[in-house]
């Protein structure tokens, strides 16, 4: 059974940090593609990230410059590093895997950037 359990969600202050983490399991974690998506309310689930299994990384523009994605094979877990955060970054924050045609997602974690 594949599982993609996320953490480190959780409230924050415009220009805080979190760093989110993902844990697999029921997958050959190494050679699947990892990501992270968001869903705010009202809004459709967007791309945040994605870490080839070869490390090769790919940010929407909102989170260019401002968010690093990061990948620890021998431990089956991905990162999102988020700075410099902002309240329209506010949303459920979701880890995913993809390897040819098989995806799966994890529960989400909710971030809330607000003073």
């Known amino acids: 059974q594949v599982q993609l359990v996320e953490s480190g969600g959780g409230l924050v202050q415009p220009g805080g940090s979190l760093r989110l983490s993902c844990a697999a399991s029921?997958?050959?974690?190494?050679?699947?593609?990892m990501g992270w998506y968001r869903q705010a309310p009202g809004k459709d689930r967007e791309l945040v990230a994605h870490i080839t299994s070869g490390g090769a990384r790919t940010y929407s523009d909102s989170v260019k410059g401002r968010f690093t994605i990061s990948r620890d094979n021998a431990n089956v877990t991905v990162y999102l590093q988020m700075n410099t955060l902002k309240p329209e970054d506010t949303a459920v924050y979701y880890c995913?895997?993809?390897?040819?045609?098989?995806?799966?997602w994890g529960q989400g974690t909710q971030v809330t950037v607000s003073s």
């Open positions: 995913w895997a993809g390897w040819r045609f098989d995806d799966y």
């Open positions: 029921g997958i050959n974690f190494s050679i699947y593609t």
